[in-house]
Each structure stands twice: as C-alpha cells, then as structure tokens.
C-alpha cells in the first residue's frame, strides 16, 4: 500500500477515478494499545467491523491475539493474517459445515450459542467433542446505545439459567455467558447492569462461569454525539466484574469493533454531480456509507482540493452512484459552498462499517486503500479531538447558552435582586 503524508497529496499524484479508504495503521495502533493497557482481561478484536488485511495485521503486531469472528471467511482471513491467533466463534446461529469446519480445520474451540438447539447442533458438528468453550449469549437492555442489537440474538432471562447449565453440563472447558449492550453505547453503566443481569442468571442456574464476556459496543465520536472517556467504560466493567459470582480463574474477555477500528480510517470519495444541494458521489450506501443511509449519521467531511474553497460552508446531502433511491445519504454534510463536480472530499470516522459494508451493486464496489500519515478527524485516544463541531451543532449550542442566560424586562430583574 502506498503512503502519502496527507489526503492531498494522493488526489495530485493519483486524481484517483475509484473510492479510496485512507488508513491510519498508527492511529489503529493506539487504540489497540490503549485497549491492551487499559481492559483487565483478553481483548479479541470483532472482525465484523472491519476485515481488511491490514487492520488484522496491524493488530496482531500490536500483540492482539484474539478474535471475535462469524463466519468461515472471517476464520480464512483471520488464519492468513495473524497466524497462530486465538479464535472464537461467536455467532449465536452457525452452520454444521460451518462449526466443523472451524473445529476440524481451524482448530476453533470456542462457540456462541444462545439455544438448546444450537448447543446440540455444535456437539453434534464437533462429534461431541469434550473440549469445547461454550459462550452463552445473553439478552440484555440497549437502551444506552445508538445502534442497537438486541431482539435478534440473546437467551432471555427466563432461559438463560437451564441453558447455562446444559452448557456446563456439555464441557469440560470453559463454561461462559456474553452479553452485547449495543453497538455505540453511550452509558458506561450499560456494562455493570449487563453484569448484574448475567450474575443473576448465572446464581439461578446454580453454575459458575469460567469466562465473562462483555462484546462490544465501545463508542466512537461522530457528529452530535459525544461519548464519555472510554476509562469510565473500563471502571464499570471492573466495578462489574467485582461484583458477579465468580472464581479466582474466571477470565474476562471484550470484542470491540468499531472504538479499536472507527478512527483508524476514513473514505475518500469524488464529486459526480452537482445538482443544487444535492453531490452524486462514487460511493453510497451500497459501499461504505450504508450508516450515514441507515443510521442517518451526518459524518465529518473535509474537502480536499488543490486550491482556494470558499469561506462559506453550507450544508448538503449525498447520493451514491447506483440507480436506487435508497442510495441517499441526508446528512447533513458541511462543506464550502462552491464544491463542484471533480472534488473530492475525505468522509471520516469511517473505519468501523465503512468498507465493511462493501457490496457489488450495480457494478460499483471496487475501491482502492493508500495509508496516510496526518491525524483522524476525532478521536476517542487524544490523537484528535473529542468533538466533531458542525455549524448547526455549533448553532445549537448557541442557543443554548441564550436559554440560561438570566431572562430579560421584569422576570430577570427580579432575578437579580434576589
Ligand atoms: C458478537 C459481537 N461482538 C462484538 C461486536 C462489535 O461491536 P462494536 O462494533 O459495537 O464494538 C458485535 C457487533 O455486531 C457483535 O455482534
């Protein structure tokens, strides 16, 4: 991969026709670190949220050796890239071919299940192998996060005590229950009452766990949100932790995805059209802007162009370059007002769901990645700031102060004397 000191200089040298994923590997090698130092336990990275060759190497330099992935591709590339790493399966619901594939071929022993079925199902697919690690995933709230997970996977509070104990039952590894609180969780007591619930389950099952599993769900900063210092995370965890029934040995395990990946990496995209407020991009939503479709979330931009911007940012939408309409993204995205048709413009944040979301629509898809050296456009480590401003946040906030300030004619007089 090529590197570049900044995004600028890629667009003189390259004007390149395709999207480009700019990557931070330092950036990535921060995070990692700071997860490594900062969690008491085993850190596995959650390949979901970004596969790229270079994320799974870079955090295997780094010295992560775990990791959380779901499906049998993601056990291919995980093999390829960091050879000799731990990894645990932890997709409640699993093919045979897939299970014995990653038991026989891969040498996997840990699996997530959050039904009876699926526990006999990985029996059955290992030829009932004894020395299996099995993670009981729990349903627990979401309320704290902006993406959430729950309904889909998850044994609720009534099942998980019987379903805990046939697991127990099952091993003679490790016996263990995980929980997801929601992806961008922004209340750090989401975990310690995620904890309290899996303590609860665990005590009326009558088992202890060999592992604690708390997932992900380590926010990121984008605009309008602004998450709290990841060491508060950290302390409701240990607090947790502290406080479940468990034994000397019982291990305490994360998966973060997109806090290790989100900063690491932004996308670099080119201006087709200009139709009023309106930029018809080379990517969208069937590429690495499927949150800022979905999710509605108005990521930072930056345009980059060789030259004079106007002063003025106004704001604007974008469309991808497929024919569906769902290919829109509202934003609203900040720029100069004279961006025109032949920009390009770096959309950042976008290292966790970005690429990964990648699809062949349309004929489109294919992007290209180059490694630059310049800071993130926020960030959670202090390599950027923690805030992403945008002119109707900044506004906003505006009004905000006016709404405290002391009231005006008779009612702040009053006020004053007393
Ligand atoms: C089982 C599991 N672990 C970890 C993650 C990563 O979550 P996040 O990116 O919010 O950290 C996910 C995300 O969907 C998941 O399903």
């Known amino acids: 991969m090529h590197t570049y000191h900044e995004p600028l200089d890629l667009v003189r ?7 480009v994923a700019l ?18 336990g085993d850190v596995l990275y959650a390949v979901k949220a970004n596969p790229s060759a270079w994320v799974i190497r870079a955090l295997h330099a780094q010295g992560v050796n775990a990791f959380d992935v779901a499906s049998v591709p993601e056990i291919e590339l995980v093999a390829e890239h960091a050879p000799g790493a731990r990894m645990a399966f932890m997709h409640p619901v699993k093919s045979r071919k897939a299970i014995s594939a990653a038991y026989f071929d891969h040498g996997v022993r840990t699996f997530s299940l959050d039904t009876h079925e699926e526990l006999a199902k990985i029996l059955d697919a290992t030829g009932g192998a004894k020395d299996l690690n099995l993670i009981v995933r729990l349903a627990v709230g979401n309320e704290g996060s902006m993406y959430a997970l729950s309904g889909k996977f998850g044994a609720e509070a009534h099942a998980a005590p019987a379903l805990l104990l046939a697991a127990r039952r099952a091993t003679q590894d490790l016996m263990g229950i995980s929980f997801h609180v929601g992806s961008q969780c922004m209340r750090p007591t989401a975990y310690q009452g995620a904890m309290s619930q899996a303590s609860r389950a665990l005590v009326r099952a009558g088992v202890f766990a060999d592992v604690v599993d708390v997932g992900g769900g380590f926010p990121s900063v984008y605009p309008g949100m602004i998450p709290p210092d990841l060491g508060d995370y950290m302390d409701s965890i240990h607090r947790g932790f502290a406080e479940m029934m468990v034994h000397e040995t019982t291990e305490l395990w994360c998966e973060p995805g997109r806090a290790l990946v989100a900063e690491a990496s932004s996308v670099l995209v080119r201006v087709e059209l200009k139709k009023g407020d ?35 940012l106004k704001p604007f939408r974008f469309y991808g370059p497929t024919c569906d309409s769902i290919d829109h993204m509202p934003g609203p995205f900040w720029l100069p007002a004279d961006v025109d048709e032949g920009d390009y413009i770096e959309i950042g944040m976008l290292g966790a769901y970005g690429v990964a979301m990648n699809t062949r629509f349309n004929g489109f898809g294919d992007t290209d990645a180059a490694i630059v050296q310049d800071a993130p456009m926020a960030s959670m480590y202090g390599l950027a700031k923690r805030v992403i401003s945008t002119p109707k ?24 004397k007393r």
Do not use: I
């Open 278 to 312: 309106a930029l018809y991009l080379n990517d969208g939503s069937y590429g690495s802007l499927f949150d800022a479709t979905h999710t509605k979330w108005p990521f930072p931009v930056k345009l980059v162009r060789d030259g004079e911007a106007s002063s003025e």
């Open 393 to 416: 946040a900044d506004e906003e906030e505006s009004r905000k102060v006016v709404r405290f300030s002391r009231p005006k004619g008779k009612a702040g007089q009053r006020k004053r």
């Open 23 to 40: 990557v931070r590997p330092d950036v990535l090698a921060v995070a990692a670190r700071w997860f490594q130092d900062n969690f008491k």
């Open 13 to 19: 040298e390259r004007s390149p026709e395709r999207p």
